[in-house]
């Protein structure tokens, strides 16, 4: 291309008088969000069964709690539970259930 008779001749192409032919389309691409997703394996659905069954025993015991609570509190408080025949019952007990507390 001679520049030297670029618009002396006319043969400049204005960006007006191209053709819709002659333009480019572009392509938007809009990034989709990231999505979480999640799945609870058997286990985590036992473990959630027994958690609310517990949860339910708990709402429907009879009796007072804030009594048992007391009188544990109670104990607790007159250093009861710090002689070691206080800590030996307790390790009995949860070797006798295979520690489980419930």
């Known amino acids: ?3 030297r008779t670029v618009g002396s001749q006319g043969s400049v192409e204005r960006a007006s008088d191209r053709s819709k032919k002659a333009e480019t389309s ?3 691409l ?3 969000p990231a999505r979480d997703s999640a799945q609870i394996s058997s286990a ?3 473990t959630a069964a027994s958690v609310e069954g517990l949860a339910e ?3 429907t015991a009879g009796g007072d709690r804030q009594e048992i609570v007391a009188a544990a509190l109670a104990k607790l408080r007159s250093g009861e539970l710090d002689r070691p025949a206080a800590i030996a019952s307790a390790a009995q007990a949860l070797l ?3 520690f489980k507390t419930v």
Do not use: K, S, Y
């Open 44 to 46: 985590g659905r036992a």
């Open 26 to 28: 572009r392509d938007v």
């Open 1 to 3: 291309m001679d520049i």
């Open 30 to 32: 809009i990034p989709a």
């Open 96 to 98: 006798d259930r295979d």
């Open 57 to 59: 025993r708990a709402r």
